[in-house]
């Protein structure tokens, strides 16, 4: 039997132009289909990843082209995004290590955690490719640069002649600064979560890193919400771009489940009670269980993370807690636990709403409802991947009604449901006994509680002020939606997961009989309070009551005359008008079409109006030194201490700035010397130290690290101390002896003497 016939047809290098011109089949044949390599496949199947996503289908073929093309993407969370660009990325570069100095790919992403994530996923998928090839060969080499660690170590990484980089872009520009890389050899840039960098948060490290990019490197960006028009992204230096976008109709999973509760502002953490308990069914205290689910708690600000968490484990829940300032050590290991097991609730803010992949996570609550749709798309992502069923829930206060009906607007009716069906309330029974619970129990139990919900409301405050505006449709909705509360007993129906549905409807009438209570006015004025009878004042009521009641009578019928008269004319013009007809295929909006949706993609989204005016006014600058300086000098900045305008001097902010390669004006704590100095100790050179310098000889290439070849000094293996060459030890010598003589001199009183 021939050996070639158990070879897939896919990987058959040597068959005729018959089999060729077959479709492939057998394992790994979809693979194959996409031009990914033979390697490439057996890492993929390896790990189970036996179909291509229709993400990976559509941006894999293009990002492997010849010539290779820049790729904008964009596709629900857990799509498979990140093994859309690991898959070219490594087949672009190879599995393993090239005796080149400088970094071949770069991926820039916006939080530590998917960094890391990415780490994880790449080495594990180019593991996969190398494996049975012999030890001869080297694996590639992989640099994390983020905030939170040493700059030694990450200096070490970057000496190391790193093939791919995985990076933050704050911390990487500032070993950019301080190393005065050369990055003229990268192949590769990709942007993960590209809408997030590209914001303003980044927009000065974005710039000065692109700066000093090669124009002829290959870019690929990422993300859950991409704006169609790409001249958002033109910073970039995207060239003939092929814009992929999937899901524009389903912006959210499918298999999620949207829930909006209703509540009061001084009741959400009684409503966030009531969720963990009655609805995700998480017990608390005694009530725990092995394998009950899991829920990330998504809040504004990190004082808020602070006083949520604390409540939680006053309540008895097991809780991490998650935010940007956190120090990273201590990051790591609060997602650790979460994601062992070993608590069941994780408070963050939005920096963990992108890139995070707990694989079994059911739940997402949303105690401060996000001010943009692609917020709460990244947030609600973090459930429902992979083909699991997930739950989002919402508590959403009077306040953030606008947001609402713009998140409406951009999923749309279907997925969101009408105005009547889109809200739901808590049992206000439940409601009041946690009030009860939280502020008689928990408060006496952690007394801190109350200082630090007083800093959260703070933090709230800071909050509304500096988040982006709805649209202006958003707060005609709101406003006559509050009308229809108002004064009247308006309820909202029930949420039937958090009651039981034998009971629904008795609480349903609870609530109604709370809510009259609520809406309940008295007749009476202040005057005729208690003092009803035979008395002067109360008489004296009555008789202005009856008085004023006849003269309403009156105008009511005056004006019913009006609109009889009114409507009949109006009658007698309908019958000879034509009603207003829309023709589909004639009619010309005035805006196009998905509109809306795209306002919502967009990265101005919810751009205040004093931005919005910044952005369009133009200031003339005077021709004259004199003139500008004057000019310059006039300006005034708020002062929120002093609440008033203060005129701004020189070195007022006392931050010291650099001006950089390109122009862009840098802190100056970005290029300190540590560098020289972290080399000197080290006795080590850069990669590129080592390509600039023709007197140092031929480079030994040693696995981990480079040393410099020193006359006279010999070399120690990784992690040594080294010795001194015959100078050093000289001048050491030298410096030894000063000092003696200097301590042997005589002091000033042993002269005078």
């Known amino acids: ?57 559509a941006s894999i073929p293009g990002a492997l082209s010849t010539p290779p093309r820049d790729i904008l993407a964009m596709a629900r969370t857990g799509s498979g995004k990140t093994l859309g660009y690991l898959i070219p990325l490594l087949e672009r570069i190879g599995s393993t290590h090239s005796p080149s100095t400088n970094p071949r790919a770069l991926i820039m992403c916006p939080s530590r955690e998917l960094a890391m994530q990415i780490l994880t996923v790449g080495k594990d998928l180019a593991r996969g490719m190398t494996k049975g090839k012999g030890k001869e060969t080297e694996n590639l080499r992989w640099a994390l640069i983020m905030g939170g660690e040493s700059m030694e170590g990450q200096f070490e990484k970057m000496s190391q002649s790193p093939d791919i980089v995985i990076a933050t872009p704050g911390r990487f520009l500032h070993l950019l600064v301080e190393m005065q890389c050369d990055l003229r050899h990268l192949q590769m840039v990709i942007y993960d979560e590209a809408d997030r960098l590209f914001e303003m948060g980044f927009d000065v490290q974005l710039r000065e890193i692109l700066s000093r ?65 009655d609805a995700i069914k998480i017990g608390s205290g005694s009530d725990k269980e092995d394998n009950q689910p ?116 951009f999923l749309g009716s279907s997925r969101m449901g009408n105005d009547a069906d889109m809200l739901k309330a808590f049992p206000q029974d439940s409601i009041s006994e946690n009030i ?37 449709g958003s707060y005609r909705k709101a406003k006559s939606l509050g009308h229809l509360f108002s004064g009247s007993t308006f309820t909202l129906p029930i949420d039937p997961s958090l009651v039981d549905s034998r009971n629904l409807s008795t609480i349903a009438a609870r609530n109604r009989l709370v809510a009259s209570i609520a809406a309940y006015a008295p007749n009476e004025t202040v005057l005729e309070l208690g003092r009803r009878g035979e008395t002067d004042n109360s008489i004296l009521m009555q008789k202005r009551r009856k008085l004023v009641n006849s003269r309403k009578k009156i105008a009511a019928e005056d004006m019913s005359a009006v609109d009889d008269k009114s409507r009949s ?43 919005a005016l910044s952005a369009t006014t133009l200031d003339m600058t005077a021709d004259e030194g004199s003139n500008a300086r004057a000019q310059k000098a006039s300006q005034l900045s708020w002062d929120r201490k002093k609440r008033k305008f203060v005129k701004t001097t020189v070195g007022a902010d006392n931050k010291k700035m650099i001006r950089s390669e390109s122009g862009a004006l840098l802190p100056a704590t970005y290029s300190t010397g540590r560098y020289n100095i972290w080399k000197s100790k080290k006795r080590t050179t850069s990669s590129s130290d080592l390509q600039n310098s023709n007197n140092q000889g031929q480079v030994d290439k040693i696995r981990g690290r480079t040393v410099v070849d020193i006359p006279g000094a010999k070399t120690v293996p990784h992690g040594g101390t080294g010795l001194l060459s015959a100078r050093a030890i000289r001048q050491q010598r030298e410096q ?3 000092r003696k003589e200097k301590s042997n001199r005589p002091s000033h009183q042993a002269k005078k003497r």
């Open 736 to 738: 030894k002896l000063k």
């Open 436 to 472: 009860e619970y939280i502020l008689s129990g928990l408060d006496e139990v952690a007394p801190h509680l109350q200082d630090q919900r007083e800093v959260m409301r703070k933090g709230q405050a800071m909050f509304e002020r500096s988040r982006g505006k709805a649209s202006a």
């Open 213 to 277: 990019l090669p124009s002829t490197r290959q870019n690929l960006l990422f993300s859950a919400t991409l704006p169609s028009t790409v001249a958002e992204f033109a910073k970039a230096g995207l060239v003939n771009p092929l814009l992929i976008r999937l899901d524009t109709e389903h912006k959210v999973s499918p298999d999620l489940d949207l829930r909006f509760l209703s509540v009061k502002p001084t009741e959400k953490d009684a409503g966030l009670l009531v969720t963990l308990r």
């Open 569 to 611: 004319s109006d009658d007698k013009e309908d019958m000879s008008m034509a009603k207003s007809f829309r023709d589909p295929h004639f009619f010309m909006d005035h805006s196009q079409s998905g509109a809306a949706s795209e306002r919502g993609y967009s990265l101005q989204s919810g751009v205040s109006l004093p931005e």
């Open 294 to 409: 899991q829920a990330i708690v998504f809040v504004s600000t990190k004082h808020h993370v602070d006083y949520v968490s604390e409540l939680l484990k006053a309540a008895g829940y097991r809780t991490s807690h998650i935010y940007s300032s956190l120090d990273q050590i201590a990051r790591q290991q609060q997602l650790h636990q979460f994601r062992k097991r070993f608590t069941d609730v994780l408070v963050v803010t939005d920096v963990a709403a992108r890139g995070l992949d707990i694989p079994i996570m059911d739940h997402v609550i949303n105690y401060d409802f996000p001010p943009g749709p692609r917020v709460f798309v990244h947030r609600v992502g973090r459930t429902a991947r992979a083909g699991r069923k997930g739950t989002a829930w919402s508590l959403v206060t009077r306040d953030d009604w606008p947001y609402l009906y713009d998140l409406q607007t």
């Open 1 to 57: 039997m021939d050996e070639s016939s158990n070879i897939p047809s896919w990987a058959d290098q040597s068959g005729s132009d018959s089999v060729q011109s077959n479709k492939p089949k057998g394992p790994g044949s979809q693979w194959q289909a996409l031009n990914v390599g033979p390697d490439m496949i057996r890492s993929l199947l390896l790990r189970k990843f036996k179909n291509p996503t229709p993400i990976q289908r």
